[in-house]
């Protein structure tokens, strides 16, 4: 069962030059993130929870839809809702312990995060951070893992387990066709009566944010939600009420994805790892075999 | 070792009352299989956006990898260090090994919604190098391709000189002949690369089956969630190897009415105790090093559960194993390789599904039957084509004095 040493080595060279391919391939998206890229700035102390957004959203998308009055029913604020396969954004009501006592409406959706944990665990790259802002979904790719749905911090991508055979991961695209092919607003954006939702670069939105918050410091707490949560997120919220009392999970400032990104690049980074435990067993062998034919 | 003879086969049934019982359970896996495959997903299982991955991935996929690691740690301690006596272990752990793998990937095509893309990961261009998922699914690919490879022996040693076609397909008789000549010395050549490939491969798959879900941060429950995760599930998967070459070897003599291989069997469990010391030394000081014992005494599900995995999956076992005379007794052995099995799938089953908290959760998760009739259904027929090739192919050698 012996092999000569050279062939060995050859082998081993071998195995190395195919593996170091693999991993010369870009480490991380993160890099090369367009300074200019776009964000959403959602206001709560404006939103009226109209679900004029929610409409607006089934509409652009070709998701189910109803009547644009329907939309006015309150009776839907009795639960929390989450977003689905069928309906990419919902609004949620809280009650309001600020000054008017009324309701505190959040519209959730994908929060498009800078560094994201689901475009991370994506096996075969269908989910993708485009470099303007939006997490974008290539269903053709899509082997249907599911793990996207396992490393979102948010809980968003939406499956479709009633199809059979072509089900797919659903989401806010941030309507990516309208805003960056076409120089559109976002529907929801477009639609929303009291600017309650703003559109334009991340970083205009963080500066107009801040700006709010000390202008009125008694409208608003101190705290831009997705500035820094998960490694920042290209929707953002600034609120008069503590985010975790509002339905928002409370994130390290790090992306989940940076600890597992290093964990695996600091395994295999140019397979050094892996050829090294191959070196060794090898050797191991090698050395073993003399000694049990010399005993 | 003169005196070893295969498995005499002929004299052998293989449908015993049990075996027809286990038949059954197969017929009904594949019954509920054939309506996921033509109803989809939602019909027949419990997954939702809360609970994206279920039974299928918790004990087919990661209790899967887990107890098929006897093929890779006989390969080490047989070829690599060549320790002496554990030929009669080599091939039934490859079997398990083969098969356990092969209904892994059985179990990842039937749980993924778009399973004709599965080749996908294949491709250049849809390469995800950051993904642990990328990693694991390359590394299984390669390591089942390698299990095949290394298993091809067994398939020649079977028919060499043996090969009898029946009627009109004699004229090739000649052919295959020389065909598996050849094989046989080609594969001698090789196997050495093979084996140590084999090693490897399941090193990188068994602890990125741990890192997969450190990108879950905040859903496992902090006495599972350590970014030694990886760490965890490849020592755990040394322990559970040999455990598992043990557990299934005792079975397999009882149920073939031969008898137990005690000495190999025992000389294996000596390395358990030291083994299961490393992966609990590496758990404790983890959990002293994130303080995460404050969870170990709050009664809750996950902190009982951490319990089960301590008595079960070490304390039991490890006592047991303390004991020369315990490791020479076939049913202490039993006992204890059964309960660092069965510690390792409580672990599994912790992380990947009970320990696991969705942000928004307004329901648990619990499988829907066809769920389970397809892992039990799985399970069964793994079993069933164990006992068809050590009944049909040289796996099992038999003590005779």
């Known amino acids: 069962m012996g092999i000569e040493r050279r062939e060995f080595l050859k082998t081993l060279a071998v195995a190395s030059g195919t593996l170091a391919g693999v991993s010369s391939l870009k480490a991380s998206d993160t890099t090369n993130l367009n300074p200019d890229r776009f964000g959403v700035l959602s206001d709560l102390t404006y939103c009226i929870g109209c679900r004029k957004c929610e409409w607006a959203c089934n509409e652009t998308n070709e998701l189910p839809n109803k009547p644009l009055d329907s939309f006015s029913d309150t009776s839907v604020f009795e639960n929390r809702r989450r977003p689905t396969s069928e309906q990419y954004t919902v609004v949620n009501s809280y009650a309001d312990k600020g000054l008017d006592g009324g309701a505190l409406n959040v519209k959730v959706q994908c929060m498009h995060c800078e560094h994201p944990p689901c475009v991370s665990a994506c096996i075969v790259g269908a989910l993708r951070k485009h470099p303007d802002g939006p997490v974008t979904y290539n269903a053709s790719a899509c082997i249907g893992c599911r793990y996207c749905i396992i490393a979102c911090p948010f809980q968003i991508p939406a499956y479709e387990y009633e199809n059979v055979l072509t089900p797919q991961v659903r989401k806010c695209t941030l309507c990516l066709e309208r805003t960056i092919e076409n120089g559109q607003l976002p529907s929801c954006v477009e639609i929303c009566p009291t600017e309650a939702i703003l559109f334009g670069p991340r970083e205009e939105l963080i500066s107009i944010a801040h700006e709010r918050i000390t202008k009125h410091p008694d409208r608003y707490i101190d705290h831009v939600y997705g500035e820094h949560e998960a490694g920042g997120t290209s929707w953002m919220y600034i609120s008069n009420q503590p985010f975790n009392e509002i339905g928002f999970p409370e994130l390290d400032d790090k992306s989940p994805a940076e600890l597992t990104e290093s964990i695996q690049h600091g395994i295999f980074k140019g397979f050094s790892g892996p050829i090294m435990l191959f070196g060794l067993l090898g050797i191991i062998m090698k050395v073993m075999k003399k000694e049990e034919e010399n005993e | ?401």
Request: one cysteine or more; proline letters at 5%; aromatic letters at 16%.
């Open chain 2, 1 to 401: 070792m003169n005196n070893t003879a295969t498995l005499s086969y002929e004299k052998q049934r293989f449908f015993t009352p049990g075996v027809w019982i286990i038949t059954c359970l197969a017929a009904l896996g594949l019954l509920s299989l054939f309506a996921r495959f033509i109803f989809g997903l939602g019909a027949v299982t419990n997954l939702d956006d809360q609970y994206p991955w279920g039974i299928w991935i918790a004990i087919d996929v990661a209790c899967g990898v887990a107890l098929a690691a006897g093929g890779f740690m006989t390969a080490f301690i047989a070829h690599i260090v060549h320790g002496k006596g554990y030929k009669s272990i080599i091939r039934p752990a490859l079997l398990t090994a083969t098969l356990g793998y092969t209904f892994v990937a059985l179990g990842v095509l039937t749980d993924l919604g778009r399973y004709y893309n599965m080749w996908h990961i294949l491709l250049p261009k849809y390469w995800s190098p950051n993904s642990a998922l990328f990693e694991v699914g390359m590394c299984v690919a390669s390591y089942v391709t390698v299990l095949y490879i290394e298993f091809l022996p067994i398939v020649v040693d079977r028919f060499k000189g043996k090969v009898n076609l029946p009627g009109m397909l004699k004229t090739f008789n000649g052919f295959f002949e020389r065909l598996l000549k050849i094989l046989d010395v080609s594969l001698k050549k090789v196997m050495t690369i093979f084996i140590i490939l084999g090693v490897v491969l399941s090193c990188m798959h068994q602890s990125s089956l741990g890192t997969l879900m450190v990108l879950a941060s905040a859903k496992i429950h902090p006495l599972w969630q350590t970014p030694i995760l990886p760490l965890l599930f490849l020592l755990s998967a040394f322990v559970v190897g040999f455990a598992m070459v043990i557990f299934e070897s005792l079975i397999t003599s009882r149920s073939f009415h031969l008898k137990p291989e005690i000495s190999v069997l025992s000389r294996l469990s000596r390395f358990i105790p030291i083994l299961l010391i490393i992966y609990f030394g590496a758990k404790v000081i983890d959990m002293v090093s994130r303080n995460t014992y404050l969870y170990l005494f709050d009664g809750s599900l996950e902190s009982n559960m951490y319990w089960f995995e301590i008595i079960i999956g070490f304390l039991i076992p490890f006592i047991i194993l303390m004991f020369e005379k315990y490791r020479n007794n076939p049913t202490w052995l039993f006992i204890a390789a059964a309960s660092v099995v069965f510690g390792v799938v409580i672990n599994r089953l912790n992380v990947y599904l009970i320990g696991y908290t969705p942000l928004y959760a307004d329901k648990p998760y619990f499988p829907a039957l066809p769920e389970i009739a397809v892992t039990v259904g799985f399970i069964s027929l793994i079993i069933l084509l164990y006992r068809f090739f050590a009944l049909n192919f040289p796996v099992i050698e038999e003590m005779e004095n």
